[in-house]
């Protein structure tokens, strides 16, 4: 099991910068590839970012390449999601998950979410 505790999101104006962390506890956190995803009201969930277990490779959805960059410290056992140039856009409940394989993408293990509200 990983549990995975999510912090970081709040209110913040367009334009502006956010950081979100995720905490895991639990087994291994540097055997898991780390995932993003984001769920705005009335929409479905969608993909952000994800990080391979070393860190060495990231991917990012196309909405927020140039934006956003995820980040991991193994030591810590704690992924980032440093958020820039928000948008009304990205008003979203933000949630980690954890991989066992970067390529396949199967997210077993999720948080709870952490909102992020941007204002126009």
């Known amino acids: 099991q990983v549990q995975l505790v999510e912090s970081g999101g709040d209110l913040v104006q367009a334009g502006g910068s956010l950081r979100l962390s995720c905490a895991a506890s639990?087994?291994?956190?540097?055997?898991?590839?780390m995932g993003w995803f984001r769920q705005a009201a009335g929409k479905e969930r969608e993909f952000v970012s994800i990080i391979s277990w070393s860190g060495g490779t990231t991917d990012y959805a196309d909405s927020v390449k140039g934006r956003f960059t995820i980040s991991r410290d193994n030591a810590k056992n704690t992924v980032y999601l440093q958020m820039n140039s928000l948008k009304p856009e990205d008003t979203a409940v933000y949630y980690c998950?954890?991989?066992?394989?970067?390529?396949?993408?199967?997210?077993?293990?999720w948080g709870q979410g952490t909102q992020v509200t941007v204002s126009s």
């Open positions: 998950a954890a991989a066992a394989s970067y390529y396949r993408r199967k997210f077993d293990y």
């Open positions: 639990g087994r291994a956190f540097s055997n898991y590839a």
